[in-house]
């Protein structure tokens, strides 16, 4: 479908115009990730989380999947996998939602009030149930621990001392076996 | 000699006034155009000077022959050309043709300038001579005026175009018109012709031009108001003729709409000879949306224009006017009153107002703007809010809910939905709208196929959404089921089985698949079956091999019993048939997620979570393939408890859950290892 490139590449386009800072995966816009910042006035606030999009070739007729790549601790996202079966994205999607919808208004909305009587996450949602405090407690808690800023753009950083760090280890170790192999 | 010439003016128009009722529906025609525009090209030349009667002198022969023509030969109709073009994008249907646009525009615009300053130059002619008889004029103008005032009838049409002009020619019939001298007529209808084109080039299609037989000009002009931002109208909707003296609106209900469009105001009008020099034109003036007392108004307004200028053509001041100030003139800019009609005034004759009652009127008004609007609409490039691409107005389809989607749009999203099955989605695409789609727009826009299984899933869902209906196996109309399993056709009487439809079977159960299966297969190789029943046996056998084929690899809703195969996703499934949740694994009907956490299903199978693992974070999978092969040296991360391997002799580990790196010596976080590692820290690379 060719003219619907034109709609991928308007809802890319706003998407990145909203300030979202938006990484293609492999230029077929297809699949990219998109840096979301948790909502204020919500526990989630100050974490970043990493979320995968993948628009369907059926798109925008056809819903995209969403799901976040570092932990959430949401009752209506799956700890696991990432994964939100998001009500609204399957089964009420029209061609005239966005993207910047989903990041807009969707997202944010579920971050805000989790729908407890449908968890993915039952331990969240009977935390939040029980004792909002601690539930609360705990989603900063993921957050401190998984959704902080450099989590997300440290990666890359990380990967490259990493290699740097295994070659000087191969090096060393190289010399010492060397090293033993004398006698 | 006035007399005389009285007398023959009348018969005249006595003798017309009878044709006209012969020939009503078919006007004649004007001649070809090409005549006029030499004539009035010339007539450029030589501007304010006397000479230009003389001029014109010449030139007269044309013009008289061809009214002699027209006057003896009232149904050469087919020999003259026209064009013509209809305008139906209002109410009003006037019964004749507009005349052709002339054939070279730009000429015309080119010249309308110096005609301007020509029209303008020759009444200050005019006006020299008309001073003489101006005495007689005025007593003419006086007696015309009584002439105007009589009873009105109720409910005029607006749209009786010859009802109004043999109300011009009445108006005529009641008027001494002067007698002129040859040389003041050829004036007067050099200046009408050349204000009649002026008049087509300014107002082009709204100019609607009447070709007569006795030489007179005769035309209607459209003046649309437009009201970009709207104007009110506002009705009173209990008003009653006896109460016009009360004025007290709390007691009346009145209803307000706003348009942008509003119907033409109609000024028709019949030159007489005497016109510019003596007499102004005989006009009348219709609108649909007026009532006679105002219009009246406007007629006055009109007169005394005329009587600012006399002697000088006043169609385009007329024109300008009714267009720019009037509704300023009755008060009407911001909000229009929509009075009533049957308002016993004698009022002027030449207002001609088209209203009847609230009931008619506010929707004919809302029809006029709706029309206009989408003929906007349809000339216009819009975008569309789903594809984004322009296109113009007519590649567009508008649902009832007034949203509009491009043509492909719509067609892709009802092909869609319609080859899923979720014919329940096929609504509006608009977010918050859901209107219907009606089944007369899915016919034109789906090929027949698509539109005919759109039918048959309709029908089936509606049948199905009623828990009793079955179908009869042997005719297919759909009947209703008894208790016990059991249902008659009321078409062909069979009564059979609901569950395994077959011929009722009291008292023994359902033949199983398999056992059908074998049956009809060894009935395949019986010689004794006709070539009729056996194909059609066949195709049971398919047909049950078929539905094994689907139920092997995919699973069976717990409620309509839908096959359902999974292409991905988790084990909380919905039927999209009914909208049952069920788990893909143990094929129970569910709600929710409770079920994941029992313990016997998981959510996500193994395959699908390895999967998506892989795909997000491919160190997760080196890194728990390390942990399993160096098992024996490993540590829990410090900050996350995850298990991670040590690689080689490195004591510097990094944790692919928590992104974190620490020391397998210590187990703390290493933040910097140029710090932590080293002849005083731990040392990095170590055996086991």
Known sequence: MSSPSKRREMDLMKLMMGDYKVEMINDGMQEFYVDFHGPSESPYHGGVWRIRVELPDAYPYKSPSIGFVNKIYHPNVDEMSGSVCLDVINQTWSPMFDLVNVFEVFLPQLLLYPNPSDPLNGEAAALMMRDRAAYEQRVKEYREKYAKPEDIGAAPEEKSSDEELSEDESDSSDEQVAGKADP | ?688
């Not at chain 2, 006034?17 to 010339?42: A, G, K």
């Not at chain 2, 009003?92 to 130059?121: A, M, T, W």
């Not at chain 2, 349809?378 to 508008?398: D, M, W």
């Open chain 2, 1 to 688: 000699m006035r007399k005389a010439g009285r007398t023959g003016v009348r018969q005249d128009q006595r003798h017309h006034h009878s044709r006209l009722n012969e020939i009503d529906e078919n006007w004649v025609l004007r001649p070809s155009v090409d005549q006029e525009p030499n004539l009035i090209q010339t007539d450029l030349s030589p501007p304010s000077s006397p000479s230009t009667s003389s001029a014109t002198e010449s030139r007269i022969e044309p013009i008289t022959v061809s009214l002699l023509v027209s006057n003896r030969t009232p149904r050469t109709r087919q020999n003259f050309k026209w064009v013509s073009k209809n305008r139906r994008a209002h109410a009003v249907k006037p019964k004749f043709v507009k005349r052709s646009e002339l054939g070279s525009p730009n000429n015309e615009v080119g010249s309308l300038n110096s005609l301007d300053s020509d029209i303008g130059s020759l009444s200050i002619e005019q006006k020299v001579n008309t001073k003489q008889e101006k005495g007689g004029d005025e007593e003419e103008g006086e007696g015309r005026e009584r002439g105007w005032r009589e009873t009105i009838e109720v409910s005029e049409s607006v749209e009786d175009v010859d009802g109004i002009f043999s109300r011009l020619e009445k108006f005529q019939l009641g008027v001494e018109e002067p007698e002129l001298s040859e040389e003041q007529l050829r004036i007067n209808d050099q200046l009408q012709g050349d204000e009649l084109l002026a008049m087509e080039s300014i107002y082009g299609d709204n100019v609607f031009i009447l070709d007569r037989h006795d030489g007179l000009r005769s035309f209607q002009i459209h003046t649309h108001i437009e009201a970009p931002s709207g104007i009110a109208i506002t009705a009173m909707l209990n008003s009653s003729d006896e109460l016009q003296t009360k004025i007290d609106s709390s007691d009346d209900f009145s209803y307000s709409f706003r348009v942008e469009y509003l119907p033409p105001i109609l000024l028709t009008c019949l030159l007489p000879k005497p016109y510019p020099s003596h007499l102004p034109p005989y006009f009348a003036i219709s609108v649909r949306w007026l009532d006679s007392s105002k219009i009246s108004n406007l007629c006055s307004k009109l007169d005394s224009i005329w009587r600012e200028q006399l002697g000088q053509e006043v169609i385009y001041q007329w024109v300008e006017w009714l267009q720019s100030s009037s509704l300023s003139h009755l008060g009407f800019d911001k909000e229009i009153m929509l009075g009533t009609c049957g308002k016993r005034l004698t009022g002027d004759r030449r207002a001609v107002s088209g209203i009847s009652s609230p009931d008619v009127d506010i929707p004919l008004i809302k029809s006029y703007n709706d029309e206009r609007h989408l003929e906007n609409f349809l000339t216009n490039l819009h975008e569309c809010c789903i594809c984004f691409s322009e296109y113009a107005g007519t590649e567009f389809i508008r649902l009832p809910c007034q949203h509009f989607f491009c043509c492909k749009c719509m067609r892709t999203y009802s092909d869609m939905h319609i080859k899923e099955g979720t014919i329940s989605k096929l609504q509006c695409p608009d977010t918050k709208c859901g209107g219907m789609v009606p089944p007369a727009l899915l016919k034109r826009l789906l090929g027949d196929e698509e539109y005919e299984r759109w039918e048959s899933l309709m029908l089936q869902k509606t049948l199905d959404s009623m828990s009793d209906v079955a179908y009869c196996p042997r005719c297919e109309t759909p009947c209703i089921e008894d208790e016990d399993q059991h249902a008659q056709c009321s078409k062909c009487l069979f009564s059979f089985c609901t569950l395994c439809r077959e011929r009722r079977h009291v008292g023994i159960a359902c033949m199983t698949p398999e056992l059908k299966l074998l049956i009809l297969q060894e009935r395949q190789n019986s010689s004794q079956l006709k070539e009729e029943q056996k194909h059609r046996e066949r195709e049971m056998i398919n047909e049950i091999l078929s539905v094994k084929e689907i139920l092997r690899d995919a699973k069976q809703c717990p409620s309509c019993k839908m096959a359902i195969s999974r292409t991905e996703g988790c084990n909380k499934m919905v039927c999209d048939n009914c909208g049952q949740y069920f788990c893909y694994r143990c094929n129970q009907a569910i709600d929710g997620y409770d079920h994941f956490r029992s313990g016997t299903c998981d959510l996500f199978p193994q395959e699908v979570i390895q999967e998506w693992e892989e795909r997000i974070n491919p160190r997760q999978v080196l890194g728990q393939i390390q942990a399993e092969l160096f098992a024996a040296h490993g540590q829990a991360c410090p900050n996350c408890g995850q298990f991670n391997a040590k690689i080689g002799n490195n004591n510097h580990i990094f944790c692919w859950a928590c992104q974190v790196h620490y020391c397998y010596l210590c187990k703390k976080i290493v933040r910097r290892s140029s710090q932590h590692y080293g002849p005083r820290g731990c040392k990095q690379h170590t055996v086991g």
